[in-house]
């Protein structure tokens, strides 16, 4: 923990974030460098991360609840890399708005987006590549709405969209 923390610069040889490494900080800003791979779980959880965040194209695994509970207000793109969104990744972060998807997204792990009542939009999903939507994944976010089409052998859970206005249809 450490709430001073604002901003960080992290070196080019960087590979991976490791589990909890800003989590509980006061962290705003970061630019992650081209050399990540992998960002372990909780890593920037309860942080206090804003504005544009880019997770580059050389990223291919995201930690469970790597970004989770933060509070500010913020945008995501995730880069080529990732194509299973992990459990509880954005999970409670009630001001996120939205999610763009550069890579080929197969999966949408339990409680992804839980009570990102302010999330409004899912760019680049191909939501006829997803194979499974984990149990309560669009819990709450009751901003998102449209219309989207899975294919028929896609797992969903009962409640993977429960409170969320999105009509889903295979």
Known sequence: SCPSLKTI???????????????????????LPNSVKKIDA???TWADLRGNITIPDSVTELGN????????????????GINNISNGLFSG???LGYVQCKGEITSIGNEAFYSCVKLSKLKGITW???????????????????????KTNCIVYEDSFENCPLVVSK
């Open 42 to 44: 909780n890593a920037f």
């Open 93 to 95: 972060c009630g001001n």
């Open 128 to 150: 006829n590549n997803v194979n499974s939507i984990g149990t309560k994944a669009f819990f709450n976010c009751n901003a998102l709405n449209g219309n989207i089409t899975l």
């Open 9 to 31: 610069s992290l070196p080019e040889t960087i590979t991976t974030i490791g589990y909890g490494s800003f989590s509980y900080s006061g962290l705003t800003t970061i630019n």
């Open 65 to 80: 609840y790597a970004f989770a509970n933060n509070s500010a207000e913020f945008n995501v793109v995730l880069g080529k």
